[in-house]
């Protein structure tokens, strides 16, 4: 496929020649990462900023610098350029704008990595993970199952008073699995939710459990099975 070239075009006025091809593109302000999305990770743009002036943008996508390898040449009226058709990887990508009538503007380049975006984020409830507490007399120590490959990894328990995780909050690292809530005793209520990365490199937070300490705790109950309950 041959390589385009910027369209220059004059207009004569009474101070001269004018340029009326459109302005470059900061590089810095272009996107260096497209994530797929949709079904299956099919779909691709690549967004950039909108030129003043610009009717479309035309985009041209190599393997090389020097843009002698040109894979993808991509025309759209808006600023949403679908590179779905090219496969993931890094491109060497140039985009201009294009005026109302056809002119084509000064290049914009920038290297752009395309990939799929990553797997959505699984937490302990979604992957079947149970949670036991156990009586300490230091407080209650929660033990996560953490056997899944989807759970995510450095995972720190925050625990709060309140279900809307704004009362005395604590953030609380797992060691092993393993965390330890102080200062509760039995008929005490607290709520408790996990952030944490994923496998994939996702980070976030997961939805908010409830911990209810019965009554008897720490006489004839020290442990309790499936200790976190989903809120409803």
């Known amino acids: 496929m041959p390589q385009y070239e910027r369209n220059e075009v004059a207009a004569v006025g009474g101070d001269g020649p004018t340029n009326l ?5 900061p590089p810095e302000q272009l996107p260096a990462q497209v994530l797929r999305s949709g079904p299956s990770n099919l779909k691709a743009a690549w967004t950039v ?4 002036g610009a009717a479309g943008y035309r985009a041209q996508f190599a393997t090389d610098d020097k843009f002698a390898m040109i894979v993808g040449d991509v ?9 779905s058709t090219l496969a993931n990887g890094n491109y060497y990508a140039r985009v201009r704008g294009v ?4 002119i084509e503007g000064y290049d914009a380049v920038k290297l752009v990595e395309i990939k799929a975006a990553p797997l959505p984020l699984m937490w302990p409830s979604e992957v079947s993970i149970g949670a036991v507490a156990e009586y300490s007399a230091d407080g ?5 199952n953490t056997q899944s490959p989807d759970l995510p990894t450095q ?19 797992l060691s092993s699995g393993r965390v330890l809530l102080k200062d509760l005793n039995a008929g005490d209520r607290v709520y408790v939710r996990f952030s944490g990365t994923t496998p994939q490199g996702q980070s976030g937070s997961s939805a908010v459990y409830e911990l209810h300490i019965p009554g008897n705790w720490g006489s004839t109950v020290q442990t309790l099975a499936q200790a976190l309950q989903p809120l409803r």
Do not use: E, F, W, Y
């Open 140 to 144: 209650v120590v929660l033990r996560i």
């Open 99 to 102: 005026d109302p009538s056809g």
């Open 155 to 173: 995972l720190t328990a925050q625990v709060a008073r309140d279900v809307g995780m704004t009362n005395a909050v604590r953030s609380l690292p």
């Open 49 to 52: 900023p909108a030129i003043t």
């Open 75 to 83: 025309k759209s009226a808006t600023p949403a350029l679908d590179v």
């Open 21 to 25: 091809a459109l302005p470059a593109l």
